[in-house]
């Protein structure tokens, strides 16, 4: 059975019953004027012959070339197989390949004249043989233009589809890009805000717990330092998702800076972590660069409350205008072992990504006497906007 079902195909074949009628009632009213009958042969055999060839006709997409061939050397014997032998002529015209249409149109016009000779009537013989070879032409011309038509609009829906698909599937492409990248954004934003103040809280409750020599202020100091540690990172975690739930069209507030540096170190220092700060930068870098300084000590106070709670840090800062902002944080080896939370796999990759898109450098590594450290360079434009002093 063909693939598309009959119904598909009736309307095609009801306008080659259509064409081909005209036709076979004229060759019909020639015989009976010429004989005083029409013959057995016009009357069930021809409509045999159209029959089969109408139903040959549903394979044509199949075998478009082999069933315009032969439903067009059925019609030599059929008038009314002449719509169903322009039908397929038409169907072939329409993969618009010369070679098959040729073949298939030096085919109808042959079997037109030998049609001739089947079908005697008055006046055929006499007929000039241009005549006899023009119309069938004629006919074959207009059924090739009409499936050249037909086959180029295919073409262009088809384009036009493949066209919109092609569309739909590069916007799928594109919201699963903006999906990554706005997790990718979430988790980073959660681990610049969390990281720091839980590796804090981790700290203070492993010195807690393995401190078995602290005074009873001792033990209060670091429960208040834990609570409020705890504390800020809610309301830190808070904001971050009030943050990422607000309209896009809002401005983000205000991200810290070089200047809330000393203030990270203040805060790291009061959780427990000898953090001294050395700086050195007298003017007021750009925000992109201060933001990323600011985030380069946060992971590198945070790296050391995990790895080396207890050790000394010691955080450099350095640079000038029209040069680089130099960044280096250096803790000793620690004096004491102590449980951490699982490493969250944010932290030195973001911070590469954050410095490789400043276009800067960094570098970390564990140091000969057991501690590490890590250094940064990010360059700093000579801007005359950003070229004043900072502010007590």
């Known amino acids: 059975m063909p693939r598309l079902g009959v119904w598909q195909h009736a309307w095609r074949l009801m306008v080659a019953v259509v064409v081909s009628l005209p036709i076979w009632l004229s060759t019909l009213a020639l015989m009976r004027a010429r004989s005083g009958g029409a013959g057995s042969w016009v009357l069930v055999g021809d409509p045999l012959v159209a029959l089969g060839c109408l139903t040959l006709l549903l ?21 009314l197989a002449t719509g169903a032998a322009l039908l397929a002529l038409c169907s072939v015209a329409t993969r618009r390949r010369p070679v098959e249409i040729g073949a298939v149109v030096l085919a109808y016009v042959t079997a037109s004249q030998f049609a001739v000779e089947v079908y005697r009537v008055q006046g055929s013989t006499e007929a000039l043989w241009w005549v006899q070879v023009a119309v069938p032409a004629l006919t074959a011309g207009i059924a090739v233009a009409t499936g050249t038509a037909v086959g180029a609009r295919r073409v262009e829906v088809w384009s036009l589809r493949e066209r919109a698909e092609s569309a739909e599937r590069e916007q799928s492409a594109r919201e699963a890009q903006a999906r990554a990248l706005e997790r990718n954004r979430i988790a980073r934003e959660m681990h610049d805000v969390l990281a720091h103040r839980i590796s804090l809280v981790a700290m203070q409750a492993g010195v807690l717990d393995h401190r078995g020599d602290l005074s009873a202020d ?77 985030r380069i000590v946060q992971e590198a106070l945070t790296n050391a409350a995990k790895h080396a709670p207890g050790a000394v840090v010691l955080v450099t800062l350095g640079g000038a205008a029209g040069g680089t902002l130099d960044i280096n944080v250096r803790n000793g080896p620690a004096p004491r072992r102590t449980a951490r939370p699982p490493d969250s796999g944010f932290g030195l990759l973001g911070l590469g990504e954050r410095i490789t898109l400043a276009g800067g450098e960094l570098d970390h590594r564990p140091t000969p006497e057991g501690g590490y450290v890590l250094t940064a360079r990010l360059p700093w434009p000579d801007d005359p906007a950003h070229s004043h002093e900072k502010s007590a």
């Open 59 to 79: 394979w044509r997409r199949r075998w478009p070339l082999a069933v315009a061939l032969a439903v067009t050397v059925a019609s030599t014997v059929s008038a």
């Open 218 to 294: 001792e033990n209060r100091v670091l429960v208040r330092g834990i609570a409020e540690g705890s504390h800020q990172a809610l309301e830190e975690l808070r904001e971050v998702l009030g943050v990422l739930r607000a309209d896009p069209g809002r401005p983000d507030p205000p991200q810290p800076s070089l200047d809330r540096v000393p203030d990270l170190v203040a805060d790291a220092r009061a959780s427990g972590l000898d953090v001294r700060l050395a700086d050195a930068v007298t003017a007021t870098p750009p925000d992109a660069v201060g933001r990323t300084c600011y």
